[in-house]
């Protein structure tokens, strides 16, 4: 299919056929063969004015804190209020084979075959940051679909997850009732981050699960809440991070989970914050994608795949530092760019 015929049949597609074209879609997105590359860039600019009208909630946890319980039980309670919600699941890849399980869709049993929702499992494939490559480009597919609710859930390996709060609305941070000490609690990275910290599983020890609201709550404050000094105030017209409690196998707490995030998305469009954090999305999108090309040409330039197996040698065997031969190729590829001009 076309690019124009893949736009149309996502924007304007019915049930079966809207689903068959996002999936091309995402697919082709996905592709690192120049040609679908330029394809995609083709669709994505056809689908643009249909985006931007969606919620976008990413959500991390370490792993076994129940990130696809959580957004299934979450799922099948937008869905019942009227929504239409898109999962976007990324799993975690083999570093030995580069395979993955892919298996968050398998999990989330009731809500991926519901017809209000659709789940895109995709693999990490070594990137950084706990999302795919191409997740902020599956977001905009989802929004020109008609999803009025984008869930990104992450990998989920660690405090370096980082990525998806640079490409949701709201960051939220799933954490079990015992996950460590207050010096665990406050260890800087994914926990600084989060808009909202919600405590999963205190059905199974709810005293551990108010002693860890405690802490994090308290965490949060001394963290200095995201770095801004005037939350250090309390002001109702500003959000708070919030730290609350659920169970997501049980179904408890996804209401008073919802209305936390209704309640931060009205207090960040009224403070233009929303629209703000967009913008800096969108050109800090642009400039990955201007590095990612760089890194691409760099490896693909012809003057630097001549000179790299000699370095590339002399930097195994011992004969070259490392950074005075990265130095040399780049410094190859550089004139070989004067010298185009």
Same mark, same amino acid.
């Given at each position: ?21 996002? +999936? ?22 056809a689908l643009l ?21 959580? $957004?299934?039980?979450?799922? *099948? ?11 976007? +699941? ?30 895109r499992p995709s ?18 597919? /989802? ?6 609710? =984008? ?5 989920? =390996?660690?405090?370096?997850?980082? %990525? =998806? ?20 609690? $406050? ?8 808009? *909202?910290?919600?405590?999963?599983? +205190? ?16 965490? *949060?404050? *001394? ?14 017209? $500003?959000?708070?991070?919030? =730290?609350?409690? $659920? ?55 012809? %003057? ?9 040698? +002399? ?16 410094a190859v590829f550089?004139? %070989?760019?004067?010298?185009? /001009?």
């Amino acid at each position: 299919m076309s690019p124009q015929a893949l736009a149309q049949g996502i924007v304007d597609g019915q049930a079966m056929a809207q689903r068959r074209a996002m +999936a091309k879609a995402i697919t082709l997105l996905e592709s690192t063969r120049a040609d679908h590359r330029a394809q995609a860039d083709e669709l994505l600019t056809a689908l643009l004015p249909h985006t931007g009208r969606a919620l976008r909630l990413g959500i991390s946890g370490v792993p076994g804190v129940g990130k696809s319980t959580f $957004i299934e039980a979450l799922g *099948l309670y937008l869905i019942g209020q009227g929504h239409r919600v898109a999962v976007l +699941a990324v799993d975690p890849s083999s570093s030995v084979s580069g395979g993955s399980i892919l298996g968050d869709k398998t999990r989330m049993e009731r809500l991926s075959v519901h017809e209000r929702a659709y789940i895109r499992p995709s693999p990490s494939s070594g990137t950084l940051g706990g999302v795919a490559e191409k997740t902020r480009e599956a977001m905009l597919v /989802c929004e020109a679909a008609g999803y009025d609710v =984008v869930i990104v859930e992450t990998v989920g =390996v660690g405090q370096s997850e980082t %990525a =998806v709060h640079g490409m949701t609305d709201m960051f939220c941070l799933l954490q079990l009732p015992n996950a460590g000490d207050d010096l665990q609690a $406050i260890k800087k990275g994914v926990m600084e981050l989060a808009d *909202l910290v919600v405590i999963n599983k +205190a059905d199974l020890d709810p005293d551990a699960a108010t002693r860890a609201q405690a802490q994090i709550t308290s965490s *949060l404050r *001394l963290l200095g809440l995201h770095g801004h000094p005037e939350h250090m105030h309390h002001d109702e017209r $500003i959000w708070h991070p919030q =730290v609350i409690r $659920i169970s997501a196998l049980r179904g408890q707490g996804v209401a008073d989970f919802w209305a936390q995030v209704q309640t931060f998305s009205r207090l960040q469009q009224d403070s233009g914050r929303w629209q703000h954090k967009r913008q800096q999305q969108a050109r800090a999108w642009m400039w990955e994608r201007i590095d990612a090309g760089l890194r691409e040409a760099f490896r693909q330039h012809a %003057a630097v795949r001549q000179k790299l197996p000699a370095l590339s040698d +002399a930097v195994l065997q011992g004969r070259q530092v490392p950074s005075a031969a990265a130095r040399e190729l780049l410094a190859v590829f550089l004139r %070989a760019q004067e010298q185009a /001009c």
